[in-house]
């Protein structure tokens, strides 16, 4: 399987990205989907999450209200809707996929295949 994000850029405070990610080489529908990002000097941390059918969707405290995950089982896509963008969202976005069942979802450990990132860079 392959991951392919896209629609990272630099941004100023308050503005807002949509993030892409496509997969290609398996069955989208069969994949929980996931956003993680990672700061210069820091662990990856989980962003959002979403179901296999795209009913439940699941946010780090640190962005909900602010971003919007989705997905599109019918063109490959998973997406990252990030409004009020806010300094300490500069980081790379990572999509991953996931072929588990019965896990969280919200750990890096919980993904099994992983995309090679888009910067995002808010700038004040």
């Known amino acids: 399987v392959q991951l392919q994000a896209s629609g990272g850029g630099v941004v100023q405070v308050g503005g807002s990205l949509r993030l892409l990610c496509t997969l290609s080489?398996?069955?989208?529908?069969?994949?929980?989907m996931g956003w993680f990002r990672q700061a210069p000097g820091k662990e990856r941390e989980f962003v959002a999450g979403?179901?296999?059918?795209?009913?439940?969707?699941y946010y780090a405290d640190s962005v909900k209200g602010r971003f919007t995950i989705s997905r599109n089982n019918a063109r490959n896509a998973v997406y990252l809707q990030m409004n009020s963008l806010a300094l300490e969202d500069t980081a790379i976005y990572y999509c991953?996929?996931?072929?588990?069942?019965?896990?969280?979802?919200?750990?890096?450990?919980?993904?099994?295949?992983w995309g090679q990132g888009t910067q995002v860079t808010v700038s004040s």
């Open positions: 080489g398996r069955a989208f529908s069969h994949y929980v």
């Open positions: 979403i179901s296999r059918n795209g009913g439940l969707s």
């Open positions: 991953a996929a996931s072929r588990y069942t019965g896990k969280d979802h919200r750990r890096p450990i919980d993904y099994t295949d």
